[in-house]
């Protein structure tokens, strides 16, 4: 149908998340409309980003530096390890630029059904981390699933010869959210911590 | 938030149709998984079709080689010109495979709003094209838009001196359309065709 070079174009793009063929084909078309504001830059983006990205072997975060600059940050609290499941929950809470701590990305969540144990998430790291710094409260970010509350239990204990404290997000009713919509479970957790 | 680079990474891809900020974060996470099977191949692809890419001169068509392969093909019918407003109106055609003539990308549809006129787009070289190649038949395929529907008329005019045989795309029910949820102006048609 299009020449092979673009073909190819579209065909990688249709493998991304959220962009199926006819979307890619949009895409490769608007770029190809302007490829020197557009085109070029984003693929020298992609290679930039492919040849210097590493992830930090303090915290797992994604970055181009190792540590990343979380973790070397001079105007975060070094006290404060919040634990995410995954490096795109990190992303979510920098979003909301509220926390200032430091992060530790687990890798996923123990799940014994598909074969994922406490060796195969960065839980070790952690404990290793919390005893050789200075850390006073370690959050637990894991998600409100069964798989995400299991595995922030299974830290817990394994925190408990360290002292180090350990708390657990929230839960409650969203901000702008409406009962009507909200599950059960969400709303008898907020009726449970009301004050 | 995220590192300088991916930051710039995640901006670019925002800005291609169909990805907003978000699903460019996931999509470039996605990617930051798989850096060699996907982040670098795009990368590549990008960069090579943007040096590569050309308007074809004789239909107008955008490839990597001009005349582009539809108008160099030598398995097409050459005396058959299928009219377009805009290259993807091409692609969609190409995608059905069941057209085998030339193509001639307009680049628009006569606009006097707009300030577009028949010298802003490809009308000429249509002409041209017509008295000086061996054209048989010359297919109208632009949008049932009114815009649409008076560049056709105005190509049809156009076209009387060269004597070549000017005909339109059919207006009908689409396959596999419901009746209850065409809208009146196709019903009609579909009705007014009847055969």
Known sequence: MTGREIDNLIKLLARLPGLGPRSARRAV??????PETLMLPLAKALEDTAHAMT?????????????????AGTDRQ???????????DLWALERGSSFKGLYHVLGGTLSP?????????????????VRETG????????????????????ITERLVET????TRLAHGVPVGGEL???????????????S
């Open 29 to 34: 078309l608007q770029m190809l409309k302007k």
């Open 55 to 71: 992830t930090c072997h303090v915290c797992g975060n994604i970055d181009v530096t190792d540590p990343c600059h979380i973790c």
């Open 78 to 88: 070094h006290d404060m390890i919040c634990v995410v499941e995954e490096v795109q």
């Open 113 to 129: 059904l598909d074969g994922v144990g406490p060796d195969d998430l960065r839980i070790d790291q952690l404990v290793t981390r």
């Open 135 to 154: 850390v006073n409260e370690v959050i637990l970010a894991t998600n409100l699933t069964v798989d995400g509350q299991t595995t922030a239990h299974y």
């Open 163 to 166: 002292g180090v404290k350990v």
């Open 180 to 194: 009507d919509y909200l599950d059960d479970g969400t709303l008898t957790a907020a009726l449970r911590a009301r």
